[in-house]
């Protein structure tokens, strides 16, 4: 079982930007690809970025290649997204999750975490 908790949600202005953590419980983070997805009120959940167990393949939807990054430490069981440039459209409940494949274009995300909350106002 992994828990995963998320951090560094808020409410900033349009242009600015924030940091998303996620910290995994458990000893096989390591071996796990992460992604982070998003829900938008009255929308389905979208995915949004995943990285592979090593680091070294990230994936990004369309609409944030350019202003999001996805990172990880896996000393630290920890996954980041940085996000640059914000719009007032990437308002929505950010959740990371965990895939056991290590193959983050599986679409096995298993593990989930309870969200927090990013607000981009106009």
């Known amino acids: 079982q992994v828990q995963l908790v998320e951090s560094g949600g808020g409410l900033v202005q349009a242009g600015g930007s924030l940091r998303l953590s996620c910290v995994a419980s458990g000893r096989t983070f390591s071996t796990y690809a992460m992604g982070w997805f998003r829900q938008a009120p009255g929308k389905e959940r979208e995915f949004v970025s995943a990285?592979?167990?090593?680091?070294?393949?990230?994936y990004y939807t369309d609409s944030v290649k350019g202003r999001f990054t996805i990172s990880r430490d896996n000393a630290k069981n920890t996954v980041y997204l940085q996000m640059n440039s914000l719009k007032p459209e990437d308002t929505a409940v950010y959740y990371c999750a965990a895939n056991p494949t290590g193959n983050p274009r599986s679409g096995e995300y298993v593990y989930w975490g309870q969200g927090t909350q990013v607000t981009v106002s106009s």
């Open positions: 990285i592979s167990w090593s680091g070294v393949n990230t």
